[in-house]
C-alpha cells in the first residue's frame, strides 16, 4: 500500500508570511498533485507534476517533485487570507490512474 | 462547461436505514471515483469505474457499501444498514480516459443518528 504523509497537518500564519507543505513517501509515484479544499467544496486541482525535480509556479506558489519522485513540497510565498484552505497531495502509481491521497495540511491565513 | 454534481448535499438518516447517493461526472469523461473524507481528513478511496472494465471495488469499507454506473455516465453509492461510522462526507470525482487529473463534485454530507 502506498501511503503518503503530509506535514504539517495544521499551519496557523498571518498574511504577509511564507510556508512550506511537505508530502513524503517511501514509494514512487508517476505524477504527483496538489488539491486545495475549501469548505464545504471538493477538492480544487493546482498543480500535476511528473517529472524527477521538476519545478512549477503558480503565482505566489511553487510546487516542487523530488528527484526520485517520492516527496514533493508547496511553497506559498507572502500568503493571503484567500490561501486559506485544506491542501491535499495525492500520487499515482499504477496503471490504473488511481490515486493514493494524504491527510491534509490544513492552512489558516490570518489578516 | 458543468462540472461534477451530486446529490443530495446533505442527508441525515437514522442508524439501519439504506441510502443512495449520486453522482453525474463532467461529460465525455470516462473514469469515476467515489471516496470517503471523515472531519478535516484526507480522501479515503472507496471505488473506481473506468469505462466497460469491471470496477475497481478494493476500497469499499464493508459489503454494506456498493455502486454502480449505469450507461457509462450517472454512479449511484449505495450504503445499505448504515452505522454510525459511516457519517462522513462522500466526493465523487470524474476524470478523461488515461489521465490523473480529477474533478470532484461537493460532496454529500452523510449524517447518521
Known amino acids: 500500500t502506498q501511503l503518503l504523509e503530509q506535514s504539517p497537518q495544521f499551519l496557523s500564519i498571518q498574511e504577509g508570511e511564507n510556508l512550506t507543505v511537505y508530502c513524503n513517501s517511501s514509494s514512487v509515484f508517476s505524477s504527483l498533485q496538489w488539491y486545495r479544499q475549501e469548505p464545504g467544496e471538493g477538492p480544487v486541482l493546482l498543480v500535476t507534476?511528473?517529472?524527477?525535480?521538476e519545478v512549477k509556479k503558480l503565482k505566489r506558489l511553487t510546487f516542487q517533485f523530488g528527484d526520485a519522485r517520492k516527496d514533493s513540497s508547496l511553497h506559498i510565498t507572502a500568503a493571503q487570507p484567500g490561501d486559506t484552505g485544506l491542501y491535499l497531495c495525492?500520487?499515482?502509481?499504477?496503471?490504473?490512474?488511481?490515486?493514493?491521497f494524504g491527510k491534509g495540511t490544513l492552512l489558516t491565513v490570518n489578516p | 462547461g458543468a462540472g461534477v454534481s451530486q446529490s443530495p448535499s446533505n442527508k441525515v438518516t437514522e442508524k439501519g436505514k439504506d441510502v443512495e447517493l449520486r453522482c453525474d461526472p463532467i461529460?465525455?469523461?470516462?473514469?469515476l471515483y467515489w471516496y470517503r473524507q471523515s472531519l478535516g481528513q484526507g480522501l479515503e478511496f472507496l471505488i473506481y469505474f473506468q469505462g466497460n472494465s469491471a470496477p475497481d471495488k478494493s476500497g469499499l469499507p464493508s459489503d454494506r457499501f456498493s455502486a454502480e454506473r449505469t450507461g457509462g455516465s450517472v454512479s449511484t453509492l449505495t450504503i445499505q444498514r448504515t452505522q454510525q461510522e459511516d457519517s462522513a462526507v462522500y466526493l465523487c470525482a470524474s476524470s478523461r480516459d488515461k489521465t490523473y487529473e480529477q474533478y470532484f463534485g461537493p460532496g454529500t454530507r452523510l449524517t447518521v443518528t
Open positions: 461529460s465525455g469523461h470516462t473514469a
Open positions: 507534476v511528473v517529472t524527477g525535480g
Open positions: 495525492a500520487g499515482a502509481g499504477g496503471s490504473n490512474y488511481k490515486l493514493t
